[in-house]
């Protein structure tokens, strides 16, 4: 994304959001669905959704806050991975609906995360401590989270 094949980013930005509202219209002509028909990946996507990001110099809501609240009702699902889970803005964040944590760097960073995972506060450490390939999982409606084990990938 940004960075390696799009150097520009508020160019790129700008694209997306285009791309974004396409989608909404799209949706309405064909009218508002649920069911899964595609879905964006975000790598690294603190370039476009983090809190200083989503709010720098915008008096109205944003093409990227409009996708991330009613993508669901063009059949569109989102997935991001970022370093950073606290620079995330809260509009992306109150829009997630699985959750994976791997091992947090910093104390804020597992604060949140742990506090988006259900976890207890004491848990914390623990997300500061997961080996390689150890992460926390939760998905909307379950009642805690899961210890899962990803395998490494192996080019």
């Not at 509202?21 to 595609?38: C, I, M, N, P, V």
Request: aromatic share 12%; hydrophobic share 45%; net charge negative.
């Amino acid at each position: 994304m940004p960075g390696a094949n799009f150097p520009d980013e508020p160019i790129f930005r700008l694209l997306l959001g285009f791309d974004f509202t396409r989608l909404l219209f799209k949706a309405q002509e064909e009218g508002h669905t649920t069911d899964f028909r595609q879905a964006y990946v975000f790598d690294e996507a603190s370039i476009l959704f983090s809190a200083e990001l989503m709010t720098r110099g915008v008096a109205h809501i944003s093409a990227a806050k409009r996708f991330i609240t009613m993508c669901r009702f063009a059949g569109t699902g989102f997935i991001m991975d970022l370093q950073n889970v606290c620079q995330l803005d809260p509009f992306a964040s109150q829009n997630c609906d699985s959750f994976a944590a791997f091992r947090c760097a910093s104390l804020e960073d597992a604060k949140m995360a742990a506090q988006m995972l259900g976890l207890e506060p004491t848990q914390t450490e623990d997300l500061m401590r997961l080996p390689t390939g150890v992460a926390y999982f939760r998905e909307v409606g379950w009642e805690r989270p899961v210890k899962i084990q990803v395998p490494l990938f192996q080019p």
